[in-house]
């Protein structure tokens, strides 16, 4: 498999429609919620086979998929921010008195990388608290803690020797990590969260695969959260190409070449066949959405983890200790 | 011509590619400079009908190419910024005590936008200083204003009226308007400025085309800076696709329908081919650069800009004032 | 009156403890709500000789006060805005129809001056929309755009040059302009939102007065809002002088000389000796989380003019179009 | 000594006013060079009687001061890199295959205190480079690495322990700490670079002292540098009414009582007095201009680390690699 995305569930999708048939050692289920047009598809990889033939390490993939994430539409977010809580919940069992280290991957200054730091801001830090916790919520609040390392390129350090002399230190029982993923498809861009128990490749997103934070590494469970930002150029090209085969090829005049047929075609066809083909558009995102959407997206994750971590946390009232 | 290109080197090139031809209207002189891999040209459209073929209006059109400007290379950057200073030169002749108002048209918060914004931070501006001018440059500087508005959706007025208004206010000599631009070949992002005195679409780069600025529309001349800071995703494509329709089509084997030929391949060498001919690999410049770049190119463009307007500023010391 | 307040609520207070009596020409009203811990004052300058008295125009000055404004407290901040959003319709009546500029004065470099650019951010724009509106917010909206035209230092320009120009293209049948301020008393930094009739002078709240933005100079009403961010720090020094004076004075044995004599300085010349002082005279003095409260203020800001100018908007949905 | 000063240069100029004597374990020696106005004085505290007066670890002090920090004057700039870098050379000798940690101390967001996180952005790090160093650098640059952890509030997690955890991972042979600090003179902010071996605290320049770094803590030898931008409030208010209190006496009537008194008051209750007054005590002091101002001396700093850590890299040709 050449083609880039970080989601299990497009690998899977990718793999169905090539072979025609289910992989084995990889077991999908999917709940939709049509009310708010909210889908969640869990996709376990439960052997090395599956993980063979996937690209991607044994674990769960949870993916949720809501266009609402990039529009202003706080009801939805809350929504998916308590479903993600739920499904956090369901991967990863936590103690009372439980320490966790988040650690925002990515790079600050490059906006669609800068998921992971930007959650950083939104998260409730804890841990240095110790007795200073206000009255309300003593006893209601774990130890959390929050780092946003940058990207090797700019530390010279990778981000898992970063992470994990900071661990040793800390000793905390859980990691969640947070970054920016690539996708294959772009309406998947800013619209899917996925959160996984299989650990994360810093900078994947933007193509630069580096040491895995993940159990192994880390002697400790590490919880993945990305969102995919970006799409490669290539792989949007060659998409779009085949698509465009398949659009053609049902029109194919017999003996005709497809080179004469593909020639044939005014240059403004072409381009308004595949500008029609590119249901975005453009892929550099007008101007105000991307800096908003990257900040509704941490708002949702951050909440999420606010939620899910802080016993004495709801969503009524996640808001009054954060804006 | 569908494809968007806001270079009017690119129109041409285009042009004569389709049609083999030099264009009516279009008159071209390039100048290279082998030692340091700058490569000035210089396309003027004379008449409508060139205006027309080109879709550009009558105007003078200047383009600076050079891989450079993307490193940190201060001494080519120096160079560029002292050439870019005589064209503009020759382009409109200033007088003595001309008033000018530069404008940084873009979003800020878009870092491949934010290209005028930035240029504007960097300009040594005096209008206001009036008798407080440091003694050793009275007499040696040009009243400059800089302005920079904002983009329509963040604003709700036309980039054009907001300068029309201040330019009836302040009555200057000259316009200078820097925007980032579109361009069709990915090898030009982020290394080709062009200078032009037929005005500006605010926008432009982006998709957005409004209300034009120049000098039919705000009464008094207005030179475009303008870089190419992205391209277009489906132009992109496009352009790919005729690019791998030439490679193949020369080892066409005889009778072979085109079609057969393109699925043959195996996805893996599609893949690696596409990629072979994005020239730029990934689309999405790799982190820590596309904000050094748009640094640096701005940086560039306000020497440029400090050096041609104040009669007391040179390239020796035009860093004194600003740095 | 030598020093530095933005606000005519310390204007008349410092007059009445000098005097010790009511300031003619200048009216007072004072609301209470001891539950939320708000308090407004109305301050009204009626006449010429309160408004030399005060050092401020004639016009309407409604101060709300409330520390909950530093601390996230959204429920405090719904409220604030509401009870703005309803002052703001008694100081100015609007046309269903009427279009509004709203001008954020200041430098968005400059954390504690950037209040004004950062409440455009939040400003739901709508001008430019035209037919272009969402179908459940058609006929509920004004034509709302907000500019931010950076400070003097930055453009060479007058900011009032600026307004002025645009208005006169544009012309709005009102302008809002958002200001940081300076205040007397630290207490009331980032605590304090004054909202007056009268208009502003652009650069006031860090000491550099310019052309007043208000009904003469632009043609149509000005409502000013504005916040102190920051205390002069000579201001600082004189205020807490007296107040060690004050402390020490009863304790004071009979026959002391030095607090006659450092009491019979004018007040002028105590001030211009501390200026001196200090030998930097542009220190200012703000709180450290200043980049979370002007964050807070400004959304607080954003919020009440959203739901004063739109009538579409309520306090319950205005998130909705913002987040 | 009850007045907050980071630099050790204060703390013997405040005790030698005081006492009117040399301070037993302290040497000083004062370079100047009177073309550029620069002023170097090494303090160093040689033994723990000096330490407990001075209220600073043992170890060497070493002070630039230089007006032209605040200006655009790029010489002066390069003359104070290249004396920073032959001092640190002077304090500590690094072999030739050092590996070097340098750590940004401070938060990011708020500008006082983002000097070292911008002094980070600065460097020239090499330490993941390995065989991909360019070929004409090869052999003359060192392993540096460099990292911007963040403050306490903001991660949970105190920055000593971050740093010990990561140091235990690479092995550095240096680690060189970046911090804003607090001094006493407002005539020292933004004008002075503190290089000491006697390590740093986190977050003392804005008054919150935590675990320090240095070579105890972290088992390697540990260099701080600082730039002082910030003056507490209410040592501005003490020291200003000091020299008020001077300024008076001059003048002051035989048999004078209050002065008397004033004085006769301990400094610690003077103090105490000050701050009470002082309702908020975490206000502090710092220049408007102070954006530009961080980022002149973040460059100078920056500059003299990539000069004094590679061998390969000097004054004539730091700006290569990095503008």
Same mark, same amino acid.
């Given at each position: 498999?050449?083609?880039?995305?970080?989601?299990?569930?497009?690998?899977?999708?990718?793999?169905?429609?090539?072979?025609?048939?289910?992989?084995?050692?990889?077991?999908?289920?999917? @709940?939709?919620?049509?009310?708010?047009?909210?889908?969640?598809?869990?996709?376990?990889?439960?052997?090395?086979?599956?993980?063979?033939?996937?690209?991607? /390490?044994?674990?769960?993939?949870?993916?949720?998929?809501?266009?609402?994430?990039?529009?202003?539409?706080?009801?939805?977010?809350?929504?998916?921010?308590?479903?993600?809580?739920?499904? %956090?919940?369901?991967?990863?069992?936590?103690?009372?008195?439980?320490?966790? %280290?988040?650690?925002?991957?990515?790079?600050?200054?490059?906006?669609?990388?800068?998921?992971?730091?930007?959650?950083?801001?939104?998260?409730?830090?804890?841990?240095?608290?110790?007795?200073?916790?206000?009255?309300?919520?003593?006893?209601? %609040?774990?130890?959390?803690?929050?780092?946003?390392?940058?990207?090797?390129?700019?530390?010279?350090? @990778?981000?898992?020797?970063?992470?994990?002399?900071?661990?040793?230190?800390?000793?905390?029982?859980?990691?969640?990590?947070?970054?920016?993923?690539?996708?294959?498809?772009?309406?998947?861009?800013? &619209?899917?969260?996925?959160?996984?128990?299989?650990?994360?490749? /810093?900078?994947?997103?933007?193509?630069?695969?580096?040491?895995?934070?993940?159990?192994?590494?880390?002697?400790? /469970?590490?919880?993945?959260?990305?969102? /995919?930002?970006?799409?490669?150029? &290539?792989?949007?090209?060659?998409?779009?190409?085949?698509?465009?085969?398949?659009?053609?090829?049902?029109?194919?005049?017999?003996?005709?070449?497809?080179?004469?047929?593909?020639?044939?075609?005014?240059?403004?066809?072409?381009?308004?066949?595949?500008?029609?083909?590119?249901?975005?558009?453009?892929?550099?995102?007008?101007?105000?959405?991307?800096?908003?959407?990257?900040?509704?997206?941490?708002?949702?994750?951050?909440?999420?983890?606010?939620?899910?971590?802080?016993?004495?946390?709801?969503?009524?009232?996640?808001?009054?200790?954060?804006?």
């Amino acid at each position: 498999m050449n083609f880039r995305t970080d989601l299990a569930l497009e690998s899977r999708e990718y793999l169905r429609d090539a072979s025609g048939e289910e992989i084995s050692g990889v077991e999908i289920t999917v @709940e939709e919620d049509n009310a708010l047009g909210i889908t969640v598809t869990w996709v376990s990889v439960t052997d090395q086979q599956g993980a063979d033939v996937m690209g991607k /390490p044994i674990g769960n993939y949870i993916t949720l998929e809501s266009s609402t994430m990039k529009d202003a539409d706080p009801e939805a977010h809350e929504e998916i921010a308590k479903i993600l809580a739920q499904k %956090l919940g369901q991967l990863h069992k936590l103690n009372k008195d439980a320490v966790i %280290l988040i650690v925002g991957l990515g790079n600050r200054q490059v906006t669609p990388d800068a998921l992971g730091p930007k959650v950083c801001e939104g998260i409730l830090v804890t841990r240095h608290l110790g007795e200073n916790v206000p009255t309300d919520l003593q006893g209601r %609040l774990r130890a959390v803690s929050a780092l946003s390392p940058g990207v090797m390129g700019i530390t010279g350090i @990778e981000t898992a020797e970063i992470v994990k002399g900071v661990a040793e230190k800390i000793k905390p029982d859980l990691i969640i990590a947070i970054d920016a993923l690539a996708a294959r498809k772009t309406s998947r861009i800013n &619209a899917t969260i996925q959160i996984s128990d299989a650990g994360v490749n /810093p900078g994947a997103g933007l193509g630069n695969r580096r040491t895995p934070i993940n159990r192994d590494s880390m002697g400790v /469970p590490v919880i993945a959260v990305g969102v /995919p930002t970006v799409v490669d150029a &290539a792989t949007l090209v060659n998409d779009t190409m085949d698509k465009m085969l398949d659009a053609l090829a049902a029109s194919m005049p017999e003996g005709g070449t497809f080179f004469d047929m593909l020639n044939s075609l005014e240059e403004g066809e072409r381009y308004a066949l595949i500008t029609e083909i590119l249901s975005s558009g453009n892929m550099f995102v007008t101007p105000k959405e991307v800096d908003a959407v990257i900040g509704r997206l941490s708002h949702i994750i951050a909440n999420m983890l606010n939620i899910a971590l802080h016993p004495g946390i709801t969503q009524e009232d996640v808001n009054r200790y954060l804006l």
